[in-house]
């Protein structure tokens, strides 16, 4: 619900700006793409690792997974050549770490991110194929996590999971091929919960390809009295 709203709202705000008759110039319309690439977070092995030895343990030494392969889906408006709202579906992959303890057991983790986005994104043409592009938004992400443990080691909740919204921020080039076609290259950051009360950051770079449908509108023409 908190998704919806906020989402409601960003529409409204963006549409109410471009509602003019300019705003139907000559590079609006739909397009959709694909990007493919690393995800990568930071996982707080020391806290791990207290955890474990405040839980009557003596020591805790901890192997972290902090990488894994990310992509998204996605599908916009381009309200004019400079702003687009653009809405998709993401997956960050999963990460994970084991926890070695003393006495002897081992508790390993595993989380995996999905989750659908709405962004307001702000383009600036450098020349007639190279564009920057930059992006704020919301994310509304869905994480699960999976614990199992050996030996002295137990899990009292071995599948949390946790549905959250928070912010997305992004940067990245553009290359037209095409009128139609064009590939993008991007850094994205996105605020998930973990599930287990705390929040983080993925990180996903990523490459892949846009098109845009139909033909270009034309611009309208001034009406002079």
């Given at each position: 619900?908190?998704?919806?709203?906020?989402?409601?709202?960003?529409?409204?705000?963006?549409?109410?700006?471009?509602?003019?008759?300019?705003?139907?110039?000559?590079?609006?319309?739909?397009?959709?793409?694909?990007?493919?690439?690393?995800?990568?977070?930071?996982?707080?092995?020391?806290?791990?690792?207290?955890?474990?030895?405040?839980?009557?343990?003596?020591?805790?030494?901890?192997?972290?997974?902090?990488?894994?392969?990310?992509?998204?889906?996605?599908?916009?408006?381009?309200?004019?050549?400079?702003?687009?709202?653009?809405?998709?579906?993401?997956?960050?992959?999963?990460?994970?770490?084991?926890?070695?303890?003393?006495?002897?057991?081992?508790?390993?983790?595993?989380?995996?991110?999905?989750?659908?986005?709405?962004?307001?994104?702000?383009?600036?043409?450098?020349?007639?194929?190279?564009?920057?592009?930059?992006?704020?938004?919301?994310?509304?992400?869905?994480?699960?996590?999976?614990?199992?443990?050996?030996?002295?080691?137990?899990?009292?909740?071995?599948?949390?999971?946790?549905?959250?919204?928070?912010?997305?921020?992004?940067?990245?080039l553009q290359y037209a091929?095409?009128?139609?076609?064009?590939?993008?290259?991007?850094?994205?950051?996105?605020?998930?919960?973990?599930?287990?009360?705390?929040?983080?950051?993925?990180?996903?770079?990523?490459?892949g390809l846009i098109y845009?449908?139909?033909?270009?509108?034309?611009?309208p023409t001034p009406k002079?009295?």
């Amino acid at each position: 619900m908190k998704l919806v709203k906020a989402a409601g709202a960003l529409c409204l705000a963006t549409l109410a700006v471009f509602s003019s008759p300019w705003a139907l110039a000559q590079d609006s319309g739909w397009y959709a793409g694909a990007n493919l690439g690393s995800a990568s977070t930071s996982i707080d092995g020391a806290k791990i690792n207290s955890g474990l030895v405040g839980n009557w343990f003596n020591s805790s030494t901890t192997v972290k997974d902090e990488h894994s392969t990310g992509y998204k889906v996605f599908g916009g408006y381009r309200l004019d050549k400079n702003f687009a709202l653009e809405g998709g579906y993401f997956d960050l992959g999963s990460f994970g770490y084991t926890a070695t303890t003393v006495p002897a057991g081992t508790l390993n983790g595993t989380i995996k991110i999905t989750g659908l986005n709405l962004d307001l994104v702000g383009t600036m043409p450098l020349n007639e194929k190279f564009s920057a592009f930059g992006r704020v938004g919301l994310n509304y992400a869905h994480t699960r996590d999976s614990f199992s443990s050996t030996g002295a080691v137990l899990v009292g909740n071995p599948n949390p999971s946790k549905s959250d919204a928070n912010y997305k921020l992004g940067l990245g080039l553009q290359y037209a091929l095409t009128e139609s076609l064009a590939v993008r290259a991007e850094l994205e950051r996105y605020r998930v919960n973990d599930a287990l009360g705390s929040r983080g950051n993925i990180d996903l770079v990523s490459a892949g390809l846009i098109y845009r449908f139909g033909d270009k509108a034309q611009a309208p023409t001034p009406k002079y009295k």
